[in-house]
């Protein structure tokens, strides 16, 4: 861990305003952007953050620099803090039913390029709310789909379910957006 | 061309860096929203409900005070003034009156009187002498029917009973009912000569005797002491909210621990006094744990007799926050664990906190007798954390299987609340002594009103019993 960011954590445990202020600022696009792709938009986002920062200052004491770094940490708070957002607000459905296996995506770099990371965010955004957050933990957070089965509670063939139609669905998309 | 929808996310997803319309950026009233959160200092509130508690047990002793039968020795000095000051017949006017003058009640010389009784049955007899009227006592008396056919003119024992009944051996008022009078009066009227003498000798004993002092109430008021005070408390920490993970079983047992203090006392009245000082104070708890952990084959090293020892930082969680541990184990050089086996740890935590506490409370005397006070007690405590006494013991299991523990040592103190807030309510006794001293001994009850620890979202709060017993100096 960088010492400056050591130093910062060490005075946000002392309750100082400014040092909590300057963390925020340091890594809010990256907890933001986590916020967004659990949430259905800006909004929603915001709650999440607002939920999943209040959670890291008032845990701060228990973040140990030697077991995992500071931005690993946060992260996994956020996401927690966005679970529990959508468990408090929404009823997640998990669907088991497997329609299709056809989960092959296949681009080319050259077409795709135009689209960036607000895109991407948005296509997110647009998945039922299972497959919004199978999808976000497997694929962007590396969750294996035991571990997601056993956080969302729910089978490990339904994570796999998920995870295939976030996938065609978004696939879609993606070709919706491209002809278009 | 690449055939992965999942790396081609995760690769246009990594741009962490503001967009050009800031759509990734939050507003500022996230932050505005979060700093109140965050600034806010952990679990200060307002405990109604205790304050309800302690202003019942108030007004109940202020009830119960008031409705108690107001004794003689009860009532205070000011209101014992008052009657004595109703009635002429104190025995200090009556002391005076028997030493000035020879008269008997009835205005008449005692020799004369004396004479007059001669016969055994004087209510037979007519004597002029005898005044008809009314005892001239100030004392109102009902006036006695006189018996149909019969004259009757009031002798000496009539009138002194009269006035006695009336009045009263002691000189305080008693006015009796007429139809009480009338009851007694044909049949005291029967009293002979020597019965009357007798009762005579009675009151004149009564007159020159030395009145009674009534034991009054010890004055307080305006006092102030200070003194030691020792408390064999009993205490029990409980949890609530959710279960930290990890934390399997905390016993809700009472523990004993030694508290001790300085007090000061200041009698604002008779009744009431604010109680303040310094009290070294502790709070025990036992909890198990079970957490898991990963085995880290890199500190793994080879032990003389076929044996392997590592040393696993273990953090573990307990009602007062988590402790950070060190626990070193062997086994058998023929097992392999390999790096990241999943691994348990299983620990006994015996915790105590000593903390400074500084109550400030009042004490109300229910009930006043002398130098005794039965007294109703409350307040509030507040305590500072100054020394953690934590110690454990562990199991490491892998599979089940336990392995032997050579070391075991705690690296990181649990992060407990440092301040926290408490209550407590009492009934107890004082009695002062005949010296500048005042000794008490009262059961109390107190709580926790902020929690002494918060984890996620359990927090830990203490409740328990104490007897106070302290002795106290008046200056």
Not at chain 2, 12 to 22: A, K, M
Not at chain 2, 73 to 97: G, I, M
Not at chain 2, 247 to 269: P, Q
């Amino acid at each position: 861990m960088p010492a400056d960011e050591f130093k910062i954590i060490k005075k946000c445990l002392k309750n100082n305003a400014r040092a909590q202020r300057e963390l925020y600022g340091k890594y809010r696009v990256k907890w933001f952007m986590i916020c967004l792709r659990y949430g259905k938009n800006k909004s929603e986002a915001e709650d999440i953050l607002q939920e999943g920062l209040i959670s890291i200052f008032k845990n701060l004491r228990q973040y140990n620099p030697q077991k995992a770094e500071f931005p690993a940490w946060s992260n996994k708070i956020m996401v927690n803090a966005a679970l529990q957002h959508l468990r408090k607000w929404k009823k997640l459905e998990f669907t088991s039913t497997i329609d299709e296996f056809d989960y092959r995506f296949v681009y080319d770099e050259d077409v795709y390029e135009t689209l960036g990371a607000r895109e991407l965010t948005l296509l997110i955004q647009a998945l039922p709310d299972g497959y919004r957050v199978v999808f976000n933990m497997y694929v962007i957070e590396g969750f294996k789909h035991r571990e997601i089965a056993e956080i969302l509670e729910i089978s490990e063939s339904t994570s796999k379910t998920q995870l295939l139609k976030a996938k065609k669905m978004l696939r879609n998309q993606l070709e919706k957006v491209l002809n278009y | 061309m690449k055939d992965n929808l999942e790396s081609f996310f995760r690769k246009h997803l990594s741009d962490e860096s503001p967009g050009e319309d800031n759509w990734n950026v939050p507003s500022d009233e996230v932050w505005k929203n979060v700093l109140p959160e965050i600034q806010k200092k952990k679990g200060i509130f307002i405990p109604w409900k205790y304050f309800y508690m302690l202003g019942s047990v108030i007004l109940a002793a202020f009830i119960i005070t008031l409705f108690m039968p107001a004794g003689r020795d009860n009532l205070p000095v000011s209101d014992k003034e008052t009657v004595v000051s109703k009635t002429e017949n104190t025995p200090q006017n009556r002391n005076k009156n028997a030493g000035n003058s020879s008269l008997t009640r009835s205005g008449i010389p005692e020799e004369k009187a004396q004479a007059d009784f001669n016969d055994e049955n004087v209510s037979s007899q007519k004597n002029p002498s005898f005044p008809a009227g009314p005892a001239k006592n100030k004392t109102s008396v009902a006036k006695v029917p006189e018996r149909p056919g019969s004259v009757h003119v009031k002798n000496q024992a009539e009138t002194y009973i009269e006035d006695f009944v009336a009045t009263g051996p002691a000189g305080f008022v008693r006015v009796e009912s007429a139809a009480t009078i009338a009851f007694l009066t044909p049949r005291l009227s029967r009293l002979t000569i020597r019965d009357t003498v007798e009762i005579q000798e009675d009151e004149r004993k009564i007159l020159t005797e030395e009145p009674e002092t009534p034991r009054e109430p010890v004055e307080l008021k305006g006092k102030f002491g200070a003194g030691l005070i020792f408390l064999p408390t009993l205490t029990s920490t409980y949890l609530t909210g959710e279960m930290v993970p990890g934390l399997i079983k905390t016993e809700n047992m009472f523990l004993y621990s030694t508290n001790y203090g300085l007090e000061l006392k200041y009698y604002i009245s008779n009744r009431f006094a604010l109680v303040t000082g310094v009290e070294s104070s502790e709070i025990k708890s036992r909890a198990k744990s079970m957490v898991d952990f990963a085995y880290d084959n890199s500190t793994e090293k080879p032990m003389p007799g076929g044996l392997k020892q590592n040393t696993s930082a273990v953090p573990m969680p307990t009602p007062f926050g988590e402790i950070e541990t060190e626990i070193t184990y062997q086994f058998s050089a023929s097992d392999t664990l390999p790096d990241g086996e999943p691994m348990q740890s299983e620990m006994e935590t015996r915790q105590s906190v000593i903390y400074f506490s500084i109550p400030l409370g009042v004490e109300f005397n229910m009930l006043r007798h002398y130098r005794f006070n039965w007294l109703a007690e409350g307040g509030l405590r507040y305590s500072r954390a100054i020394k953690d006494a934590t110690s454990f013991s562990s199991r490491i299991l892998h599979l089940g299987n336990e392995m032997e523990v050579v070391e075991q040592q705690m690296v990181g103190h649990p992060s407990y609340t440092v301040n926290y807030l408490g209550f407590y309510l009492g009934t107890g006794v004082n009695y002062k002594l005949s010296g500048p001293f005042q000794i008490g001994a009262s059961a109390r009850y107190f709580g926790s009103i902020t929690q002494i620890n918060l984890q996620e979202n359990m927090s830990t709060y203490v409740h328990g019993f104490n007897l106070k017993l302290g002795i106290i100096y008046f200056f």
